[in-house]
């Protein structure tokens, strides 16, 4: 299989036109974006206000009262008002990052108040220090796209995730440094928190910079960690990628608007599936969750085999849950201002091989380690070796790349456990991406020399139990949890199978 065959093979399948149980009353009265009269209904200013308001309603359910007016208001003029669309992303975008240190509870802010502490330091507020080195990562962004932009062949432009990582380790470098207190690590840890969200979307802008048809330098900020998606995680990708996506007609934006409006619903009945569980399992039944069971097996009073697959099964379900209602929260927002964005997690349950697993679970995760990873490993080693190529490769991208960004997502682990502790915390994960990364790696490969699953009703049910089976087995490990070694769920996970 080639590398573009590999990343568009991930693509999550989209709804047709309801070819599939076109007879089905359900299927035809949800699907009021095939509809002409809804879709006609949905460009009037009537249509319009009730998708704003249910917009408003969906929204509110995760964010506070102003960042919930603020991004659906926004999305709303960015997808009526197409000629002011930058300006107004932009505003958005950043609005929502620097409101966000003032108005909400922030982690970053909390990060940089534990350095403080340590430092002995009573100001600048964390707030204050957020802010500014907020506006320094805003003018470096910008700076770094027009140098690209004026020497595209540059190492930046050719590898920009690599640079970003480089600067990165060197920040972290200098706040060890002896001498390093007070102010100074403060300021430097500061800098390094505020910037590590950023080094997973500025590859996105700098590699479209480098293209014949590139956005202008302001859109390339205003979807610099847009304010449709407040995370880690590029939901949406780059620039590029909303280009092509982006509807451009009164017709298509009302299609896209409504299929928003289906996605944020649903993210929200997936919320209460996943509240609905908590309280059934947890509260009601008493099953423990996965770190109470483990704790209760460290004392030497396990509970019984069967509560602790059950805690695992609810943990692991529990888990695909919150990545399937965020992902639909962050792409219906985005479809709400107009961008018809592939869905970020589509029916995992049906995946019968690893690598479709991989694929539908967590769409836009997997784009950003395809990107940088898998394909410069692809074209840059074993070329002589096809099968051994796919599969280090794909072992980059589902293994090295998949804790790296876990591990820069916990940055604010090496600040307070130093380097040594916080990578000795994160064992426990770097197997989970080992065995995981190796997983996929073999399926990919047993994929690109033809090898599928049966196509009978067995072998769908046989694949899917395998597929299952082995992300349940390895979800003990990818917990974010640091209070147990991997030795103790080596154990753990051995008890369940009757080991002693």
């Known amino acids: 299989m080639s590398p573009a065959a590999a990343s568009s093979a991930a693509l999550p399948p989209q709804r047709g036109g309801g070819n599939a149980s076109r007879g089905s009353r359900l299927r035809r009265f949800l699907a009021i974006d095939e509809r002409a009269d809804c879709i006609a209904w949905s460009q009037a200013v009537s249509g319009r206000a009730i998708i704003y308001c249910t917009a408003i309603a969906t929204v509110a359910t995760y964010f506070p009262w102003w960042e919930t007016l603020l991004v659906v208001s926004a999305a709303m003029a960015a997808a009526y008002m197409s000629k002011f669309r930058n300006p107004i992303l932009f505003t958005a975008t950043w609005s929502a990052a620097f409101l966000e240190m003032g108005l909400a509870e922030n982690s970053i802010l909390e990060d940089i108040a534990v350095v403080m502490q340590q430092e002995h330091m009573a100001g600048p507020p964390p707030m204050v220090l957020a802010s500014l080195f907020l506006l320094f990562v805003m003018i470096g962004a910008w700076g770094s796209l027009e140098w690209v932009r004026r020497h595209p062949h540059c190492l930046l432009a050719r590898r920009p995730l690599l640079c970003l990582l480089a600067l990165e380790v060197v920040l972290c470098g200098l706040t060890t440094m002896d001498g390093m207190q007070g102010l100074p690590r403060v300021m430097l840890w500061s800098m390094l928190i505020v910037l590590t969200p950023y080094v997973w979307f500025l590859p996105f802008a700098i590699v479209d910079q480098r293209s014949q048809q590139a956005s202008p330098r302001l859109m390339q900020l205003a979807v610099l960690r847009p304010f449709w998606s407040p995370t880690y995680l590029p939901f949406g990708k780059g620039a590029a990628f909303l280009r092509k996506h982006l509807s451009k007609t009164p017709e298509d934006v009302a299609i896209t608007q409504l299929k928003a409006i289906k996605l944020l619903i649903w993210s929200n009945a997936l919320l209460a599936l996943k509240s609905a569980m908590t309280l059934v399992f947890e509260d009601y039944l008493q099953i423990p969750r996965v770190e109470v069971a483990l704790d209760a097996f460290l004392r ?201």
Request: charged share 10%.
């Open 300 to 500: 030497g009073q396990p509970y019984p085999i069967a509560v602790g697959w059950t805690c695992l099964l609810l943990s692991t379900a529990k888990y695909a849950l919150t990545i399937a209602l965020w992902s639909a929260l962050f792409i219906g927002i985005a479809r709400l201002a107009g961008y018809r964005l592939p869905r970020g997690c589509w029916r995992p349950l049906e995946s019968r091989t690893l690598m479709e697993y991989f694929n539908r679970f967590h769409y836009y995760f997997k784009e950003l380690l395809v990107d940088f990873f898998f394909l410069p490993t692809f074209f840059a080693v074993f070329r002589g070796y096809p099968r051994l190529r796919m599969f280090f490769a794909t072992f980059m991208a589902a293994g090295v790349g998949n804790a790296l960004w876990h591990f820069l997502r916990q940055i604010d682990n090496v600040a307070t456990m130093g380097l040594a502790g916080a990578i000795d915390s994160f064992t426990s994960y770097l197997f989970y991406c080992v065995i995981l990364a190796t997983g996929i790696g073999i399926s990919q490969v047993r994929a690109s020399i033809g090898i599928r699953p049966s196509a009978t009703h067995f072998g769908i049910l046989y694949s899917g139990l395998c597929v299952w089976s082995f992300v349940v087995c390895l979800h003990v490990f990818g917990g974010e949890s640091l209070r147990h070694t991997l030795l103790e769920r080596v154990l753990f996970m051995m008890s369940l199978f009757g080991v002693a």
